[in-house]
């Protein structure tokens, strides 16, 4: 049976519990062999930084729950980024990841994105953004602590 999701526009209120979403999930994308997460990175997902993100007019925050459960999120900025897109491990494999990127795509392209979208995918989602149609336009990388793999999703 598919889950029933929620999807809304996030409220300054979700700051919190998105911060600590991605906060448990940031080791998919560690350099670290011990999961440790750049301290950078950290403050970047503190909960007033989300805030900051999702009262920025050049941010698309969207929150996805289950019940009371925040079970995911997506960031697109500039409708061409896709920021951040997290999903709690116990809602993976359940669809939510592809309901969110259909909701995000589908606002950035009504308010004009004409050029397809980037994403810096941590190793872990590049299967995950292969189905939404992103291909790698790059190898795998490292930056200040970060790994990911460069895509792209043309239109």
């Known amino acids: 049976m598919q889950e029933q999701f929620s999807i809304r526009k996030a409220r300054t209120e979700d700051a919190s519990p998105t911060s600590e979403l991605i906060v448990r999930v940031a080791y998919y994308f ?9 301290p950078w990175f950290l403050k970047s997902v503190t909960p007033s930084a989300i805030a900051d993100y999702i009262n920025d007019p050049k941010f698309n925050y969207l929150v996805g729950y289950q019940g009371p459960a925040l ?3 997506i960031a697109v900025r500039d409708t061409t980024h896709v920021y951040h897109l997290f999903v709690a491990p116990e809602f993976q494999r359940k669809g939510l990841a592809a309901e969110l990127w259909q909701r995000a795509k589908a606002d950035a392209l009504a308010s004009g994105n004409k050029e397809g979208f980037s994403v810096r995918s941590s190793e872990f989602a590049v299967p995950v953004y292969e189905r939404f149609g992103f291909r790698a336009i790059g190898a795998l990388a490292e930056k200040d602590g970060v790994v ?5 999703f043309e239109l």
Do not use: I, N, Q, T
């Open 71 to 73: 079970a995911g999120v």
């Open 148 to 152: 990911f793999v460069p895509m792209k």
């Open 30 to 38: 560690s350099s670290s062999a011990s999961g440790e997460v750049a």
